[in-house]
């Protein structure tokens, strides 16, 4: 995993230093991985194998605020509960994904939680109405590859 950073400087005042306009960047910059740290992630699955082996791949790259719920009521009570900064869910589990997009969806305060969802079956877009292709909401196979993951976890955080 490489670390990336980033930051910002105005330009010098007449007579500054290329130096001093160097410094204001270094003094300004922003670790990715600092930030993705702190990124609160939910992970929906009623398969522990699944939730446990999805916790370790967002641990690998960096995701440090990790929570899980093993179904959709869990998921969302725990969502109405704690702001998220993304979802990863599962949707063939009691309380199915396809409710859960719905219930978050109809909420202002949820309807903008990025959503990946992971399936290992073809999706019922007719379930989840136009949202998934209106939004371009990613979807990841089971069992996940840790590459797929980082790349679509980084489109959505």
Do not use: W
């Amino acid at each position: 995993i490489r670390d990336l950073s980033y930051g910002y400087a105005t330009y010098a005042e007449v007579g500054a230093t290329g130096d001093a306009l160097l410094h204001g960047a270094r003094s300004r910059s922003v670790s990715e991985m600092e930030a993705r740290k702190k990124k609160k992630i939910l992970i929906a699955d009623d398969d522990p194998a699944d939730l446990e082996l999805l916790e370790c791949f967002l641990k690998q790259l960096g995701y440090g605020n990790i929570e899980k719920a093993r179904d959709g009521s869990e998921a969302l009570q725990k969502i109405k509960a704690t702001a998220f900064d993304a979802l990863i869910l599962d949707m063939q589990m009691p309380v199915s994904g396809y409710e859960v997009i719905g219930n978050l969806k109809e909420d202002m305060r949820t309807q903008d939680i990025p959503v990946l969802i992971l399936s290992g079956l073809p999706l019922d877009r007719g379930e989840v109405t136009d949202y998934i292709s209106a939004k371009a909401m990613p979807k990841i196979s089971k069992p996940c590859k840790p590459d797929e993951l980082e790349k679509l976890m980084m489109y959505l955080v």
